[in-house]
Each structure stands twice: as structure tokens, then as C-alpha cells.
Nanobody
């Protein structure tokens, strides 16, 4: 059974840092592109960062220079280091695994709340 579990969210002051982690089922991790998405109240879910199997990384413009995504294949874990946090970074952050063999399929974690106070 495929499982994704996020951790590391919490409350932080503006300018602070948080490190999110997502533990992923080994059955799909190595074959999946991993991403972090977030959803703020009243807004649609948006892609924050994505890292491919080979390590290719893309970021949303709003987080470039502040966030870093990485993956540890041995631990089947993807992380999101978030620095210089802003209040508009507040939202629920979701880990996503896209498994694309013949037909793409997305797996999602339960989400972890990130709240940045001003």
C-alpha cells in the first residue's frame, strides 16, 4: 500500500525556517517525480517545488532562492528546506509522488500545516 507522510510543519515567525520531510513508500519512490504543493486558505493548490528521479529541480518563482527541495533515495524521503519564510507562505503543504508508467498517477500525503506569523 502506497503511503506518503509529511512532517515538520509548525508555527514560525517571519524570516524563520522550517524543514519539511515526506516519507514515501519504497515501492514507488525511486520511480516517481516528487513534489511539494501548498494550499493557502481561499487559494488553489499550487506547485512549490519538484524534483525528478534524476535530480532535476524546478521551483515556483515565489520560493526561488528561499526553498530547497532534495531527495534521499536510500531513505525514500523528500525534504523541503524553507528559509526566509513569509506570512504568505502559510498553508497546508502536501507531498506528492507522480508515478508515470503507461499512465500517470498521483499519490498524496495528508498534508502538514505551516503557519508564518508576521
Amino acid at each position: 500500500q502506497v503511503q506518503l507522510e509529511e512532517s515538520g510543519g509548525g508555527l514560525v515567525q517571519a524570516g524563520g525556517s522550517l524543514r519539511l520531510s515526506c516519507a514515501v513508500s519504497r515501492s514507488i519512490f525511486s520511480l516517481s517525480t516528487m513534489g511539494w504543493h501548498r494550499q493557502a486558505p481561499g487559494k488553489q493548490r499550487e506547485l512549490v517545488a519538484v524534483i525528478s528521479n534524476s535530480g532535476t529541480i524546478n521551483y515556483a518563482d515565489s520560493v526561488k532562492g528561499r526553498f530547497t527541495i532534495s531527495r534521499d533515495n536510500a531513505k525514500a524521503t523528500v525534504t523541503l528546506q524553507m528559509n526566509s519564510l513569509r506570512p504568505d507562505d502559510t498553508g497546508v503543504y502536501y507531498c506528492n509522488a507522480r508515478y508515470s508508467i503507461f499512465s500517470p498517477r498521483d499519490y498524496w500525503g495528508q498534508g502538514t500545516q505551516v503557519t508564518v506569523s508576521s
